[in-house]
């Protein structure tokens, strides 16, 4: 675990840089959109798809310099996500990161727009940046990203979350690996393939960071089913209990957490076989294994 906690540390500064460099400043107009847009990216953050974007890229020996925008960018759509994840009509939120949400730090209507203009952005970013990639492989981040986020990916999974809290469906246990596969993971996934899309590998080699990188995904949203149970809204940074609460379909809420940790362990052995597959890197991979499948302790 020690090693990807040490690489997120050293990665972090040059995250936030890239994020300050790319996203408008605080005093251009319309000032108020511009500021809440900073006020939820540099509300802390673990930054682990920026990491996942860096990972992917320098698996296959691309350089960092070339992968930050694309890092930058994913965080934007995280944070996006997050925004109107909090929203009354979602979640409804009062806590993220441990301080208010945007809704309630501005106003809802600002929340909808800022949240809004981090997704556009950083499909902008990634169209744009960096100027040295050749056009095609821009083209093809955008789509990539577009995708895993759009209405067969993140916000499908949203929607079917949704769906599920007002009454669960007849194949629980299907429903929720399709939900957890896209509500977290499709985002995940896609950070680990856009960073090998910037070092321009095979398909192949796409296709071996994509199981990866959809194993992270559920991995990650299995620890944080547990969380929600087993953690304290200080430990959080947001509210605890909400999922069990709300009767949401989640590993524990539907497995019980003993048998949800169980899935947790099986999953992350699964992602170490897949680990093993990959040139470089592969021990702040598995570093990066532990670090998610122990998210729940």
């Not at 990203?145 to 979350?161: L, N, R």
């Not at 796409?206 to 953690?231: P, T």
Request: a negative charge; proline letters at 5%; one cysteine or more.
């Amino acid at each position: 675990m020690a090693e990807f906690v040490e690489f997120l540390a050293d990665l972090r500064p040059e995250v936030e840089r890239a994020l300050d460099r790319l996203l408008p400043a605080e005093s251009a107009r319309p000032a108020r959109l511009h500021a809440a847009m900073r006020y939820s990216v540099f509300a802390g953050g673990k930054r682990v798809r920026p990491a996942l974007v860096v990972l992917g890229g320098e698996i296959y020996g691309a350089p960092r310099e070339t992968l930050l925008p694309a890092a930058a960018a994913m965080e934007m759509i995280h944070t996006f996500s997050l925004v109107h994840d909090d929203l009354p009509a979602l979640d409804d939120d009062d806590l993220r990161r441990g301080r208010p949400t945007v809704h309630k730090q501005f106003d809802e209507a600002l929340a909808i727009l800022a949240g809004d203009a981090l997704l556009n952005h950083a499909l902008l970013c990634l169209a744009r940046e960096p100027a040295s990639a050749p056009p095609a492989v821009r083209a093809r981040a955008v789509a990539v990203a577009g995708e895993s986020v759009g209405s067969t990916g993140m916000i499908g999974g949203q929607v079917a979350d949704l769906e599920a809290e007002q009454r669960w469906p007849d194949d629980p246990a299907g429903a929720l690996e399709w939900i957890h596969r896209r509500k977290t993971g499709c985002l995940l996934e896609a950070s680990l393939v856009l960073g090998g899309i910037y070092a321009e590998v095979s398909e192949p080699e796409e296709r071996r960071l994509r199981r990866l990188g959809a194993a992270l995904g559920l991995l990650f949203q299995i620890g944080d089913d547990l969380l929600d149970v087993l953690g304290s809204t200080e430990e959080l940074g947001k509210t605890a209990g909400k999922d069990a609460a709300a009767r949401k379909l989640t590993y524990p809420g539907l497995y019980g957490v003993d048998e949800s940790r169980r899935r947790l362990r099986g999953v992350a052995a699964e992602a170490l076989e897949l680990a093993c597959e990959l040139p470089r890197r592969q021990d702040t991979l598995r570093s990066l294994i532990h670090y998610l499948g122990e998210r729940d302790r």
